[in-house]
């Protein structure tokens, strides 16, 4: 059968690098992607597939149908773009001013579909139902939720995903065993002083000045009492406050990322984060409101499911393909959300070019891919979706 899977995606291939080419020159922003949505709906459509669309406000459904086992095995691929002006001289570079795939979804969106005509293709049903999700909305991490909200996981007993990596050379698989991202929630910490005139700084309470302080007592507070084989990322990257340069400002408005890996101490940073927060503003007299809402919690990769699809890229493109990635990233992605209703697992896929000095990374204007990945991702997605109905209880 891996044959077959790679006849059908070498044959496939011009229409697969076609496929990406048009997404990338027309890149939507997340919640946007009407037109990203149709055409992906119609590549699959065009394959007989079962299609619904509209699902997740503006992501798309697929199902084809399998035999007699009732599992339902989920493919996961996002479709937004983001908001930063490309700068890479292409043919089909973006012609949406300031908005471009800076972070591979094109690809993503690619490698579904064309695991979707692999598996279409193959001349005999497999043994369960797999179920296609093109999902908006990654980059504001509300896309996975929305479509869990309209029912995508009913029923689903695996899902697979997978994410571009530039820092792993085209045609390379990278699985990581355990978490594979950090967990992310937001911030905001509000700053309540008195205003006053800015030369009698001793007749107000600077909230400029205790803003600062809390940025860097943050900081050095988790060099200092959190457990440095736990990791945190602490990040304010947005500061509002002050009307004039000669009025002391009475309010400050923090807002930040915060990452973390371990379930134990994402539990406890809302409280640890508010006791930092008390104990610089109450000595001056400052009043302060700290808002930490939760985002998405950490990819762990299922082990199981880990081990087949290294066991599939392994035969599928030669082990010297794949590589085992020892270190999770403080990145975030609501795939995670998923695996809240069903194990899953999600690789890297290499689309670092071999031949350069520099690859530049995500979110990057200059971030590019080597197309040659996407017959790579192809293939290890589909010959691991066929190889998953012989796992136990098939």
């Known amino acids: 059968m891996l044959s077959q899977i790679r006849s059908i995606v070498e044959a496939i291939s011009p229409r697969l690098i076609e496929i990406r080419r048009h997404i990338h020159s027309h890149p939507e922003l997340s919640g946007q992607e009407y037109k990203t949505a149709a055409y992906v709906a119609g590549v699959l459509s065009s394959c007989g597939l079962r299609v619904q669309e509209l699902v997740g406000k503006t992501g798309v459904v697929a199902e084809l149908p399998g035999g007699e086992d009732s599992r339902i095995l ?63 909305a990654e980059e504001t991490a509300q896309g ?24 792993v050379p085209a045609r390379a698989i990278g699985i990581r065993y355990g978490a594979l991202t950090a967990a992310a929630d937001d911030l905001e910490i509000l700053i309540v002083g008195e205003s006053g005139h800015g030369a009698r700084p001793h007749e107000a309470i600077d909230a400029i000045w205790i803003a600062s302080q809390v940025v860097t007592t943050l900081q050095q507070a988790i060099s200092r009492t959190q457990n440095p084989l736990h990791p945190i990322v602490l990040t304010i990257g947005q500061i509002q406050g002050g009307r004039a340069p000669n009025v002391i400002a009475d309010t400050v408005r923090l807002l930040g990322t915060v990452r973390s890996l371990h379930p134990d101490t994402r539990n406890h940073l809302p409280q640890w984060i508010e006791s930092v927060v008390a104990g610089v503003c109450q000595p001056y007299g400052a009043k302060y409101e700290v808002h930490y809402r939760r985002g998405v919690p950490s990819v762990f990769n299922d082990p199981t499911l880990t081990e087949l699809t290294a066991r599939c890229a392994s035969e599928a493109l030669g082990k010297e393909y794949l590589q085992i990635i020892h270190e999770p990233s403080l990145g975030a992605e609501d795939f995670s959300l998923y695996l809240e209703h069903a194990p899953g697992t999600m690789f890297r896929l290499g689309v670092g070019f071999t031949d350069r000095a520099v690859n530049y990374p995500l979110h990057h204007p200059k971030f590019e891919v080597d197309e040659s990945a996407i017959v790579a991702g192809v293939l290890t997605m589909a010959y691991t979706s066929y190889r998953y109905w012989q796992l136990p209880g098939a």
């Open 74 to 136: 989920a493919i996961r691929a996002d479709m937004d773009g983001l908001p930063i002006a490309e700068r890479v001289d292409l043919p089909f570079a973006s012609n949406q001013a300031g908005i471009m795939h800076a972070c591979g979804h094109d690809v993503h969106t690619t490698v579904g579909l064309g695991v979707a005509m692999v598996l279409a293709q193959l001349g005999l049903p497999l043994p369960g139902t797999t179920r296609f999700l093109f999902q908006p």
């Open 144 to 167: 996975a939720r929305w479509m869990i909200e309209d029912g995508v996981m009913a029923g689903v007993s695996a899902v697979l995903g997978l994410h571009v990596y530039p820092s």
